[in-house]
């Protein structure tokens, strides 16, 4: 069975500095990843994806991720972090269960980012 | 991306009793799922809700427990039974949804229940 690692359960960083958020997966097949965040009191928003193609892949409000094969991991990246960017993330991966785009996800336990001005 | 709208967003009820959560989507999907997000936890798949046949559950949960229906294409519903404190929640619905190529899981906003 799929799963996933947040090593990270809570960082802080200072506004305008970089942020780099662990991922890792178990998974025997080219895994579907996803990052989501959750926003205080909100649901989660889709940061970004990766199906297939390029493993270096952009998402909303200037998020990145790449997908390292042989290292089982998938971090999330921003070059200068924002205020509002403290949130939960959740890195989740996507269990291929048939039919074409048919998966299954699994969520990791997610990362607290604080941000300090 | 998929609009969905959840109802209510939050609510407070008393334990014995059941709450009914309404989901909407802004267009017709085939699959719509049911999480679970406990408190400080991740989110936990409860069940998966396909028009037109029985909701299919996860591992450990059942459907006296939570019931599901799905009566179209845009529109399902989750019903928390005989509640008790440990069901205090985030229960969120979700969907896939593609303009082109593969499909991609968005969620709704979540309904807050705390049971007392």
């Known amino acids: 069975a799929q799963s996933v690692t947040q090593p990270d359960i809570h960082i802080t960083v200072s506004e305008g500095a970089s942020l780099e958020l662990r991922c890792n997966y178990s998974?025997?097949?080219?895994?579907?990843l996803f990052w989501y965040v959750q926003s205080p009191g909100q649901g989660l928003q889709l940061l970004l994806k990766?199906?297939?193609?390029?493993?270096l892949v952009q998402g909303i409000k200037g998020f990145e991720a790449e997908f390292k094969r042989s290292q089982s991991s998938f971090n999330l990246r921003k070059p200068s972090v924002h205020w509002s960017d403290a949130a939960e993330y959740f890195c989740?991966?996507?269990?291929?269960?048939?039919?074409?785009?048919?998966?299954?996800?699994?969520f990791g336990k997610g990362t607290l980012l604080t941000v300090n001005p | 991306s998929a609009v969905i709208s959840q109802k209510p967003s939050r609510d407070i009820c008393q334990r014995g009793t059941s709450l009914t959560i309404q989901c909407q989507v802004d267009?017709?999907?085939?699959?719509m799922f049911w999480y679970r997000q406990q408190p400080g936890q991740s989110l936990t798949l409860i069940a998966t809700?396909?028009?037109?046949?029985?909701?299919?559950?996860e591992s450990g949960f059942v459907i006296d427990k939570f019931p599901i229906s799905r009566p179209n294409l845009t529109f399902s519903t989750l019903t928390v039974s005989n509640m008790s404190p440990e069901d205090s929640s985030i229960y969120l619905c979700?969907?896939?949804?593609?303009?082109?190529?593969?499909?991609?899981?968005?969620f709704g906003p979540g309904t807050r229940l705390l049971v007392l």
């Open positions: 979700s969907v896939k949804s593609s303009r082109t190529g593969k499909e991609t899981q968005y």
């Open positions: 809700a396909n028009q037109g046949s029985e909701a299919t559950y």
């Open positions: 267009s017709q999907v085939t699959m």
């Open positions: 990766y199906f297939s193609g390029d493993t």
């Open positions: 989740a991966v996507g269990a291929d269960i048939g039919g074409g785009s048919n998966y299954k996800l699994t």
């Open positions: 998974y025997g097949a080219t895994p579907y």
